[in-house]
């Protein structure tokens, strides 16, 4: 492989009539790395996610997978392979048959690509089920099968749309962690649409925040969560608090304010406990500020219940300045 | 049981009399078709036979029963495979807005509001000006089909207006070309409702009278022989035939669906565990 394995968009725009979808953006991807689109619904990323797949042309800016341009490339030739937010099994073909599909076309004959479709069922734990239809599996078994059909191709890039919207929570974790473990065996890269931000950040090794089109911000999730570049990314990863101070916007996480009920020695902004939310490991606090609003203080469990606060109360915040974190505007 | 409310009994008996209305013809010709030797075109039955099915199968004085009963038959074939074919593309076209598609579609559209009676003495004119021979394979199938293709497309439009365009995505995705994604995904996908699209072809040319009335030259399909006979024929033979030929209709659609059973069947099989051997 050449030096730059990686996928590159150039400036990529994509334009419904007077409508732009998404605006010029720049981005990397190293091989190899499980990536998520992170935004609210309208932000482009779904958009993105399909120029990269080839099934929406791309308005102007360039697609480039291991430097070479792969813009106006047909789908099936771009090295990705992708998994549809339905997940778009065949439903008068066995699982089998949806995963040998791509097989199929090549003119492989059915004995060498039924064999290869069941080795892919066995990595995602669906051997048992080859012989069924779509219709007879469940959402979760569905998935597993849009996955192998999608990895058959040996693709360079799986694109996930939206892969756990339709699942039930308890499901949803579990098959996180297993996209999670698939994308490490394989080596190759995920991305991932998503307006969870628990799922990026418990997912990618890099999240790429959109709004209105354009990137907010990317990079680790770490950095992302704890130094959001902007108020939208600090609202939308949610755990912090905006404050509105002379010089500017600052974000300060919800877990690193304090909540004093007597008057400390001092900086300190007095405010009325408004909602008490328990929430097993830890207790959310909504306080209301005469000087900034609506708040949410996180506190552990534990040290909540030493000292609990009522509803009502009135306390104090407290937190160190390195903490607080500015915004650009 | 719950009491039902006094207006259950006064739509029930609506109903009744509306069923009444829709099969008690065909139900009383049924039954006058089984008269006996001597009995007439109405009632009451001197006696029960199958005389008059045995008399439809002896040479007739007028009418040629069983040549324009072949000839409706491979018209209607004719009509059913023209109209799934074009109904398939034109859904196909109509997918994306290009343009002039309204204008085709109204157009389209028109051929059924207009009486059928002026489409096939349409056609007929036609044909006769333009010295082309009047028969009811070439003129009589053109007019058949001024009725089934918008019936066709119209419900490949609400076929295409269902269907998830993913899997095409996701067959191209998988490699398939467009002769590939058609011919693979889309026709199988749809292929329940294509067999619903056919059995409509057919039967609506079957016993399309009007359209093919001025159309079908010298040779009359079996609705126009039908309407000949009744103005001639003076014995229940024709009530013979109209149970025949209704008989024969019932086994079409019974033929289809079953197909669709079987077709559902299969897949179903496919997909149990029961009597599954290693493959």
Same mark, same amino acid.
């Given at each position: 492989m050449s030096a730059k394995s990686a996928l590159e968009l150039i400036k990529l725009t994509k334009r419904y009539g007077?409508?732009?979808?998404?605006?010029?953006?720049?981005?990397?991807? $190293?091989?190899?790395?499980?990536?998520?689109? +992170?935004?609210?619904?309208?932000?482009?990323?779904?958009?993105?996610?399909? #120029?990269? @797949?080839?099934?929406?042309?791309?308005?102007?800016?360039?697609?480039?997978?291991?430097?070479?341009?792969?813009?106006?490339?047909? $789908?099936?030739?771009?090295?990705? @392979? #992708?998994?549809?937010?339905?997940y778009a099994l065949f439903p008068h073909l066995s699982v089998v048959d949806n995963v040998a599909f791509s097989l199929k076309m090549k003119g492989v004959d059915k004995k060498t690509r039924q064999a290869e479709a069941r080795q892919l069922l066995e990595l995602v734990d669906m051997a048992p089920y080859g012989d069924r239809l779509p219709t007879q599996l469940s959402g979760?078994?569905?998935?597993?099968? @849009?996955?192998?059909?999608?990895?058959?191709?040996?693709?360079?890039?799986?694109?996930?749309?939206?892969?756990?919207?339709?699942?039930?929570?308890? +499901?949803?974790?579990? #098959?996180?962690?297993?996209?999670?473990?698939?994308?490490?065996?394989?080596?190759?890269?995920?991305?991932?649409?998503?307006?969870?931000?628990?799922?990026?950040? @418990?997912?990618?090794?890099?999240?790429?925040? #959109?709004?209105?089109?354009?990137?907010?911000?990317d990079g680790p999730p770490q950095t992302v969560f704890d130094a959001p570049r902007t108020e939208f990314v600090a609202r939308f990863i949610g755990g912090h608090n905006i404050l509105g101070e002379t010089h500017g916007k600052m974000a300060v996480r919800t877990d690193r304010m304090s909540i004093l009920q007597d008057q400390p020695e001092g900086q300190a902004m007095p405010a009325t406990v408004r909602a008490v939310e328990y929430l097993g490991t830890m207790v959310n606090v909504t306080v209301e500020a005469p000087d900034a609003g609506e708040l949410t203080?996180?506190?552990?469990?534990t040290a909540f219940f030493a000292k609990p606060v009522e509803i009502g109360q009135s306390v104090f915040l407290k937190w160190k300045p390195e903490h607080a974190h500015s915004l650009a505007a | 049981?719950?009491?039902?409310?006094?207006?259950?009994?006064?739509? /029930? /008996? %609506?109903?009744?009399?509306?069923?009444?209305? &829709?099969?008690?013809?065909?139900?009383?010709? *049924?039954? &006058?078709?089984?008269?006996?030797?001597?009995?007439?075109?109405?009632?009451?039955?001197?006696?029960?036979?199958?005389?008059? %099915?045995?008399? =439809?199968?002896?040479?007739?004085?007028?009418?040629?029963?069983?040549?324009?009963?072949?000839?409706?038959?491979?018209?209607?074939?004719?009509?059913?495979v023209t109209t799934v074919v074009v109904s398939v593309m034109g859904g196909l076209a109509f997918r994306k807005r290009f343009p002039g598609s309204a204008v085709?579609?109204?157009?389209?559209?028109?051929?059924?509001?207009?009486?059928?009676?002026?489409?096939?003495?349409?056609?007929?004119?036609? %044909?006769?000006?333009?010295?082309?021979?009047?028969?009811?394979?070439?003129?009589?199938?053109?007019?058949?089909?001024t009725w089934t293709l918008p019936f066709g497309l119209l419900i490949m439009f609400a076929v295409f207006n269902r269907f998830d365009k993913s899997y095409e995505e996701a067959a191209r995705?998988?490699? *398939?070309?467009?002769?590939?994604?058609?011919?693979?995904?889309? =026709?199988?996908?749809?292929a329940p409702m294509l067999i619903g699209v056919a059995l409509f072809g057919f039967t609506l040319s079957y016993?399309?009278?009007?359209?093919?009335?001025?159309? *079908?030259?010298?040779?009359?399909?079996?609705?126009?022989?039908?309407?000949?006979?009744?103005?001639?024929?003076?014995?229940?033979?024709?009530? /013979?035939?109209?149970?025949?030929?209704?008989? %024969?209709?019932?086994?079409?659609? *019974?033929?289809?669906?079953?197909?669709?059973?079987?077709?559902?069947?299969?897949?179903a099989r496919l997909g149990s565990d029961a009597g599954k051997g290693m493959v």
């Open positions: 007077d409508t732009v979808a998404v605006e010029a953006i720049d981005q990397t991807i $190293p091989n190899g790395t499980y990536a998520c689109l +992170l935004g609210p619904s309208g932000c482009g990323k779904s958009s993105t996610l399909r #120029m990269i @797949a080839g099934h929406e042309t791309v308005s102007s800016g360039d697609i480039l997978q291991n430097s070479l341009n792969i813009t106006d490339l047909p $789908p099936a030739r771009r090295g990705t @392979a #992708m998994m549809f937010q339905s979760g078994q569905q998935q597993r099968v @849009a996955l192998a059909r999608a990895l058959i191709t040996k693709p360079s890039i799986l694109l996930l749309d939206e892969p756990l919207s339709a699942l039930d929570p308890f +499901l949803r974790i579990r #098959m996180r962690t297993e996209l999670k473990r698939l994308q490490r065996e394989l080596g190759i890269s995920f991305i991932h649409v998503t307006h969870s931000q628990d799922e990026a950040l @418990a997912l990618a090794d890099h999240i790429i925040v #959109m709004n209105g089109g354009r990137i907010e911000q203080v996180s506190v552990g469990d | 049981m719950e009491a039902r409310p006094r207006s259950f009994y006064f739509l /029930a /008996a %609506f109903f009744v009399l509306f069923l009444i209305f &829709l099969y008690g013809p065909t139900i009383t010709i *049924a039954i &006058l078709s089984f008269q006996g030797p001597q009995g007439g075109l109405t009632f009451p039955m001197r006696g029960v036979s199958l005389h008059w %099915f045995h008399e =439809l199968f002896q040479q007739q004085a007028v009418g040629d029963i069983w040549g324009s009963f072949a000839r409706s038959f491979v018209l209607g074939l004719m009509v059913m085709i579609f109204y157009l389209i559209i028109t051929s059924l509001v207009i009486p059928s009676i002026l489409i096939s003495l349409g056609v007929g004119l036609i %044909f006769s000006q333009s010295g082309l021979t009047v028969h009811w394979s070439t003129s009589g199938f053109g007019s058949q089909l995705d998988q490699g *398939a070309s467009a002769w590939q994604t058609i011919w693979h995904v889309v =026709l199988p996908i749809i016993d399309e009278f009007a359209r093919t009335l001025l159309t *079908a030259g010298s040779y009359n399909t079996l609705p126009l022989e039908i309407f000949g006979m009744t103005t001639n024929v003076t014995t229940p033979v024709i009530f /013979a035939l109209g149970t025949l030929t209704t008989g %024969f209709s019932l086994i079409i659609i *019974a033929v289809f669906l079953i197909t669709v059973l079987v077709l559902n069947r299969r897949r």
